[in-house]
């Protein structure tokens, strides 16, 4: 696998045309539904409910998990997760509006998938546990651009690079950087992350791919953040990390549940 360098990308960029966007500067809200079923299919909608309610519970002290509930193509996988600097409270509370969103807008969906600013949450009745699935991402770039891009871009390089080493090779699978290297004389807040269930390659292999189309759609706008099944990207020059004091301790609780009929 080539390992995408955004620095590289960079030095391409100042040779072609700049790009223009008019995208709005909001925070992350994104559902998807997929598979629809048919109303009368009772033990696919009681392995959703067990699933999600398994990760709920979760919530009370965990900013992660994965779950699965059922038997043979009926079984229900879910996973969540909360930005790696969210308290057990905002994420509880995150993945409570996940859950509301999910349960209203996707009722007859085998497949679903919502993310906000601080949660991602997701089922199907695919085992996707471990898959880094690039296949879908979405940027929200801010309106802000800067003025001295080349200045900006050389910088904003350093932090995506330097937060996607961070992230991996980590159990939180959690990056945060702030610029260091001296070229834009403003911060650039920095935060890369895989959901936990990514082993280290398959972080890597996430983040590359969300580093390319950030590339494309990122580029000279002073905030941006990115979402896709298996990692999310968000920098910004305003400070976007939660308070210390709230963060959780940084240990990694892969709790694979057996609430069904698994195992
Ligand atoms: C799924 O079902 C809902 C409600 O019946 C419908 O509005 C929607 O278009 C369906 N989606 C697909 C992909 O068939
Ligand atoms: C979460 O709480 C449950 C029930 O109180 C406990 O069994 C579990 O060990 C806790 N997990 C962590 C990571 O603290
Ligand atoms: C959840 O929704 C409530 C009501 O809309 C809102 O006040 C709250 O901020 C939301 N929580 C999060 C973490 O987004
Ligand atoms: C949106 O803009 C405001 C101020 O202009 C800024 O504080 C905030 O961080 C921006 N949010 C994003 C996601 O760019």
């Not at 309106?143 to 991996?168: C, H, I, K, P, Y």
């Not at 590339?215 to 953040?225: A, I, P, Q, R, T």
């Amino acid at each position: 696998m080539e390992y995408f360098s955004f620095k590289l990308f960079i030095s391409v960029l100042l040779l072609l045309p700049i790009a223009s966007f008019s995208a709005p500067n909001s925070s992350i809200s994104q559902l998807v539904c997929n598979k629809n079923f048919t109303n009368n299919n009772n033990i696919l909608k009681i392995n959703i409910k067990n699933t999600i309610s398994s990760l709920v519970a979760n919530t009370y002290n965990n900013t992660y998990a994965i779950s699965s509930y059922g038997i043979g193509y009926n079984t229900i996988y879910g996973l969540f997760q909360c930005r790696g600097d969210a308290s057990y409270e905002l994420c509880s509370s995150c993945i409570t509006n996940a859950t509301h969103q999910i349960r209203t807008s996707c009722p007859y969906s085998a497949e679903s998938r919502v993310w906000y600013e601080f949660c991602f949450l997701r089922y199907d009745n695919y085992k996707f546990f471990g898959q880094a699935d690039s296949s879908y991402t979405r940027v929200w770039p801010s309106e802000l651009t800067a003025q001295n891009s080349e200045a900006f871009n050389s910088a904003l390089g350093w932090v995506l690079d330097a937060a996607t080493g961070s992230a991996v090779g980590k159990d939180v699978k959690v990056g945060k950087v702030i610029n260091e290297d001296g070229t834009f004389d403003k911060n650039i807040y920095g935060i890369a992350q895989c959901t936990r269930d990514l082993d280290d390659s398959g972080c890597s292999y996430c983040l590359q791919k969300a580093l390319e189309v950030m590339f494309m759609d990122c580029k000279n706008h002073l905030g941006c953040s990115l979402i896709s099944n298996c990692c999310m990207f968000s920098y910004d020059i305003y400070d976007l990390f939660l308070d210390p004091e709230s963060q959780n301790p940084g240990t990694a609780v892969s709790s694979m549940l057996s609430n069904g009929y698994l195992h």
